[in-house]
Each structure stands twice: as structure tokens, then as C-alpha cells.
T-cell receptor, first 111, second 115 residues
Framework: KNEVEQSPQNLTAQEGEFITINCSYS?????LHWLQQHPGGGIVSLFM???GKKKHGRLIATINIQEKHSSLHITASHPRDSAVYIC?????????????FGKGTHLIIQP | DTEVTQTPKHLVMGMTNKKSLKCEQH?????MYWYKQKAKKPPELMFV???????INESVPSRFSPECPNSSLLNLHLHALQPEDSALYLC??????????????FGNGTRLTVT
């Protein structure tokens, strides 16, 4: 069964802290997406990666295919980073859109 | 700003009403999606159009009816909804067809309340 597990479910941190959100998946995938959803509802695609590491500004995403694990890091966190972060794994043949979503990590950065 | 535009942003409708949600993208994407998202849950796929052909998710009730008039537009027609259908409805698009793994571009969603 295709599964995606995220941890932690909830995370509260102080401004400036280094944040790590983890994602594990159960079987081989072809790519993994990290998404950000703000309270208003809109979802932004942060990264799509299939190996190694990607960086965009203060955000870094890594994936270890052998360990079936991905992490999203936020450096120098800021209150505007407060959002829900969702990991979604792309499984070939995994349903009409191929995506299995994690339950999300609710991040709050306090000033 | 999102490149996928959804209207309206908010919608309140009674159980006997007929309404439509609209979605538009001009990125040349060939796959468009409707997702339903309840509070504190991940998005659930409802429908996918790939090269203007529909892939049906059989768990979606017939009171939801999608339409793809052309490659840039996607509608979701609503009729005789139930209060439990109240949710955030998200449209998304991606390059290539169904199952082609490319980044998803989401709209800001329509917050639907059924009374």
C-alpha cells in the first residue's frame, strides 16, 4: 500500500530557529513533492525532487531514495513561514494523479 | 500570486441550488485537477482531466459534475449538495498528461459552505 508519513504533526518554534520536517514513504517512488499551504487555503509547490538536494532561498529539501525518506529544512525561520507543509509522493500507477499525500505538518513560528 | 485562477473565492449555497466553480490557467498545462480538502486534512483527488479527457474517481458522488470546455478552463458543477460537502475546493494543473510527474500549480481555492 502506498503510504506517506510526516512528522511532526505540529511544530511550534521561535523566530530564527532551524526547522526540520520529515517525510517517509513506504515503497519506491519516482519523485516527491513538498507543498506549502497558508491559512487562506492556497497551496504553493515548493519543491519536486527525485534525488539529492534542492535549495530555494531559506528552504532546503533533501531526499534519500535508499532510506525512503525526505526532509524539508527552513533556515532562519520567520513568522511568515507559519503554514501547513505537505509532503506528497508520486507513485507511477498510483491513482489518477499518482500522488499520495501526507497529513501535513502545522508549523507556527513565534516572534 | 497564483497562475491558476479560481472563482468564486467563497460560495454559500443551499441544498437545492445549482452552482458552478471555475478554474482557469494559461500556462499550456495539459492536466487539470479538482481536489476537495476538509479542515486539517490533506487534499483528496476528485477528478483529473488529461488532454481534455476525464478520469473519473468513482468515489465522487454524481452531484459533482466536472466539465473541461478547453485546455485552459475547468468547471465543477454542483447540484443538490449536502452540508458535508462543505470544504475547500482546489483546482490544480500540471504540464503533461495524467500520471506525468511534474510540479502541481494550485489555485487559491473556493471555500464552499452548504446550508
Amino acid at each position: 500500500k502506498n503510504e506517506v508519513e510526516q512528522s511532526p504533526q505540529n511544530l511550534t518554534a521561535q523566530e530564527g530557529e532551524f526547522i526540520t520536517i520529515n517525510c517517509s514513504y513506504s515503497v519506491g517512488i519516482s519523485a516527491l513533492h513538498w507543498l506549502q499551504q497558508h491559512p487562506g487555503g492556497g497551496i504553493v509547490s515548493l519543491f519536486m525532487l527525485s534525488s539529492g538536494k534542492k535549495k530555494h532561498g531559506r528552504l532546503i529539501a533533501t531526499i534519500n531514495i535508499q532510506e525512503k525518506h525526505s526532509s524539508l529544512h527552513i533556515t532562519a525561520s520567520h513568522p511568515r513561514d507559519s503554514a501547513v507543509y505537505i509532503c506528497a509522493a508520486f507513485y507511477s500507477g498510483g491513482g489518477a494523479d499518482g500522488l499520495t499525500f501526507g497529513k501535513g505538518t502545522h508549523l507556527i513560528i513565534q516572534p | 500570486d497564483t497562475e491558476v485562477t479560481q472563482t468564486p473565492k467563497h460560495l454559500v449555497m443551499g441544498m437545492t441550488n445549482k452552482k458552478s466553480l471555475k478554474c482557469e490557467q494559461h500556462m499550456g498545462h495539459r492536466a487539470m485537477y479538482w481536489y476537495k480538502q476538509k479542515a486539517k486534512k490533506p487534499p483528496e483527488l476528485m477528478f483529473v482531466y488529461s488532454y481534455e479527457k476525464l478520469s473519473i474517481n468513482e468515489s465522487v458522488p454524481s452531484r459533482f459534475s466536472p466539465e473541461c470546455p478547453n485546455s485552459s478552463l475547468l468547471n465543477l458543477h454542483l447540484h443538490a449538495l449536502q452540508p458535508e460537502d462543505s470544504a475547500l475546493y482546489l483546482c490544480a494543473s500540471s504540464r503533461g498528461g495524467r500520471g506525468f510527474n511534474s510540479p502541481l500549480h494550485f489555485g487559491n481555492g473556493t471555500r464552499l459552505t452548504v446550508t
